[in-house]
């Protein structure tokens, strides 16, 4: 939709006032989230997701425990979910590369959601918060990140507004 020569996200014209803010609130709501618990770790020094990987009783569960099974392996999750956490959150809350954080916090969540499902005759040692018969919390806040993954706020109300600004200055040179 380009209005002379102007161009317009589909947000921006189907949406505007309290349904753009609504899901800018949700983006950066959940970016704080990812932030929190990623900063969390990070000034941990005794942080590790071994506990949380032992315990998989999900489908996936022999996947999981292989995973603590030799320290360097195990070194390498710990190193991708403190950094994917990090990362994640910052994207969102500053609405940079919104598209990629996004799809990175759904395969973050779910992995996290296959690990240890809330599904009926399994228990944990660690008591889950928020584990409804299948449905959690974190499959909860994949489901909205999904949902933000097609909306793209970024664009709106974030960098990504200045990065596609400038990406199309150049290209429009080019031209």
């Not at 969390?40 to 315990?55: D, G, I, M, R």
């Not at 499959?139 to 990065?163: C, H, K, M, N, S």
Request: charged share 15%.
């Amino acid at each position: 939709m380009r209005e002379s020569g102007n161009p317009k996200s589909p947000l921006s014209s189907s949406f505007g006032g309290a349904p753009l803010a609504a899901l800018v609130v949700l983006r950066m709501l959940i970016g704080w989230h990812f932030l929190y618990e990623g900063l969390v770790k990070f000034l941990n020094p005794y942080w590790t997701s071994a506990l949380f990987l032992s315990e998989s009783q999900g489908p996936f569960s022999g996947f999981f425990t292989w995973l603590v099974t030799d320290t360097s392996r195990l070194a390498g999750v710990d190193f991708v979910v403190k950094w994917g956490l990090l990362l994640i959150g910052l994207g969102l809350i500053a609405g940079v590369l919104t598209r990629i954080a996004t799809c990175a916090g759904v395969i973050l969540l779910l992995m996290f959601y296959l690990c240890n499902p809330p599904l009926p005759g399994l228990s944990y040692s660690v008591p889950m918060e928020g584990a409804y018969l299948i449905v959690n919390r974190t499959l909860i806040e994949a489901a909205a990140l999904a949902v933000l993954w097609y909306f793209p706020t970024g664009q709106i109300i974030g960098l990504d507004r200045v990065i596609l600004r400038g990406s199309r200055t150049t290209d429009e040179d080019d031209s």
